[in-house]
């Protein structure tokens, strides 16, 4: 049974930084590529970043371009979202995801999501 355990979410001011965590099991037989969503209140989820399963391809949502760090310890089973320079407009519910494919991925369709975790950033 595959599961993603988001942590590392909070409350932090503007300008902040949070680093978030994923650690999964069960996903077996298979090269995952990992991701990030998140919902903000009120709006449909949108896509944050994805890392393919080497880690030497992170690919990133144009809004958190340049302020979030996608990476991961495939020996630990574990992909990291280090977000940086933090705007209220980055508060939602992130969560983490994962298919064998990228594509789907990026599609909006991973087969395994996490419960997710609340980010909150005040002004």
């Known amino acids: 049974q595959v599961q993603l355990v988001e942590s590392g979410g909070g409350l932090v001011q503007a300008g902040g930084s949070l680093r978030l965590s994923c650690a999964a099991s069960?996903?077996?037989?298979?090269?995952?590529?990992m991701a990030w969503f998140r919902q903000p209140p009120g709006k449909e989820r949108e896509f944050v970043a994805t890392?393919?399963?080497?880690?030497?391809?992170?690919y990133y949502a144009d809004s958190v371009k340049g302020r979030f760090t996608l990476s991961r310890d495939n020996a630990k089973n574990t992909v990291y979202l280090q977000m940086n320079s933090l705007t209220p407009e980055d508060t939602a519910v992130y969560y983490c995801?994962?298919?064998?494919?990228?594509?789907?991925?990026?599609?909006?369709?991973?087969?395994?999501w996490g419960q997710g975790t609340q980010v909150t950033v005040s002004s």
């Open positions: 995801a994962a298919d064998p494919d990228g594509r789907t991925v990026v599609a909006g369709s991973p087969s395994y």
């Open positions: 069960g996903l077996t037989g298979s090269r995952y590529a």
């Open positions: 890392i393919n399963w080497n880690g030497d391809r992170p």
